[in-house]
């Protein structure tokens, strides 16, 4: 009698719809509609799933055998199943000065990810797509320059950057274990000036167009080390980090003139680029570290904290230096266990790296989440996860921006046994 093993149909299904959505452009939608991603290389995209945005983001000493845990990857090796991870998040973001608002709203997929067991209880890898940063604006200023009225300024911005990554965990004695994400880089920034004149019958609108193309290597490493258990409580604490790294990059400036179409309303281009210029150089990245300790009640409740630095002071863009801050965050989060359920809630609290006028800004929100568990027959349970996050980011000082938002996110997560369906013979 021989034993043989292949990979079951639903793993299947799982790897063809990575394959799908890695050829697209499906996380190259862009999901920040904050006039602040027009600097730097836009929002940083909160690290975390749906279940860590409950929990205010914590994920550095997060250890969960149902979910996966990208943030810290030597939380890898909890994964003694073959997890499947897809998610969106949508977004209503109400900005703010001194004089009006406006409330915009914008949803995206998250991510898609898939983590493993090599070898149970010790070696588990991990795989996935999700977006890096964002950006996506547009803001029009309306002004009288050089004796001509009602000239119009329009400024957008779109896109952001992705990350590709290959990770692994693993074990180094009875309660340290390790972990480290290769992740690959990629994405497209594109930022647009347009200068128009409604009211001028003979004067062309011009348009001022740099698109930045990135692609590059980034390495993200993690340790994990289980304090033990005191009281019947589990402690855990957890690092994780990357060293600044350099991509590779491409800076793409063209302009052109046009006119309306008094008839169709659309564009007329009045000449061929009068002006393009291809730039090749890097985009030199911050490095980061975060830690966090859990407390946890084995099948009741856990609690935990993260504190995370990002050093901005190195950063790069084509060799110049943009008065970036180094930024900081805070973020408490509690979990409670049920049968078939959990509940989440977390706030956190975090400066930004941009400092617009010298004005630091800052950010805190607070979180709930839940997750509800979908029984099949004979098969591990399909998780569906919701959080929802109210903040506030800015100010109104200063002629400045304040930004009040509500995020939601929703994640399913598949699992099934790794290379099920034995046979017999």
Not at 137 to 153: C, E, H, K, P
Not at 342 to 353: D, L, P
Request: hydrophobic fraction near 35%.
């Amino acid at each position: 009698m021989s034993r043989s093993h292949k990979l079951s149909p639903t793993l299947t299904i799982i790897a063809a719809m990575m394959l799908f959505f890695m050829q697209g452009k499906l996380l190259a939608q862009t999901s920040s509609i904050s006039p602040y991603s027009r600097f730097g290389i836009g929002d940083i995209v909160p690290e975390g799933f749906s279940i860590q945005s409950g929990m205010g983001g914590i994920g550095a000493a997060y250890f969960s055998s149902t979910n996966i845990n990208f943030i810290n990857p030597a939380c890898y090796v909890a994964d003694t199943n073959a997890i499947f991870d897809v998610g969106a998040r949508g977004e209503i973001r109400k900005i703010s000065n001194s004089d009006r608002s406006n409330t915009l709203n914008s949803a995206t997929f998250s991510h898609l990810a898939l983590a493993f067991p090599i070898k149970k209880n010790k070696i588990s890898g991990s795989f996935g797509l999700l977006p890096f940063s964002s950006v996506g604006y547009n803001v029009v200023d309306i002004q009288d320059t050089a004796g001509l009225q009602n000239v119009r300024y329009e400024y957008q911005g779109k896109g952001g950057f992705n990350k590709f990554y290959v990770g692994t965990g693993f074990n180094i004695g009875k309660r340290l274990s390790a972990g480290v994400n290769f992740s690959y880089l990629f994405g497209t920034i594109e930022q647009i000036k347009n200068v128009e004149f409604p009211e001028q019958q003979f004067y062309f609108s011009s348009r001022y167009v740099n698109g930045v193309t990135a692609r590059g290597f980034y390495l993200n490493y993690g340790l994990l080390y289980n304090i033990g258990v005191k009281n019947g409580l589990e402690w855990r604490a957890g690092v994780t980090g990357s060293l600044s790294t350099k991509v590779t990059a491409e800076n793409n400036i063209f302009y052109y003139n046009y006119s309306i179409s008094p008839v169709s309303g659309g564009e007329i281009v009045k000449d061929s680029v009068i002006n393009e210029q291809v730039t090749r150089g890097s985009i030199r990245l911050p490095q980061y570290v975060r830690g966090g300790l859990t407390i946890t009640k084995p099948s009741k409740w856990l609690l935990g904290a993260d504190f995370s630095f990002y050093d901005w002071s190195q950063y790069e863009n084509f060799g110049s230096n943009d008065p970036l801050n180094n930024n900081y965050g805070i973020g408490i989060g509690y979990e409670r266990y049920r049968e078939a359920s959990a509940y989440r809630a977390g706030i956190k609290y975090g400066t930004s790296y941009l400092n617009p006028k010298n004005t630091e800004l800052t950010e805190y929100g607070v979180s709930v989440g839940a997750s509800f568990k979908k029984s099949f027959s004979k098969k591990p349970p399909t998780i569906i996860s919701l959080s929802l996050e109210a903040g506030k980011r800015g100010t109104t000082d200063n002629e400045l921006i304040g930004e009040n938002y509500l995020k939601f996110t929703l994640g399913i997560t598949m699992a099934d046994i790794w290379f099920i369906q034995p046979r017999y013979e």
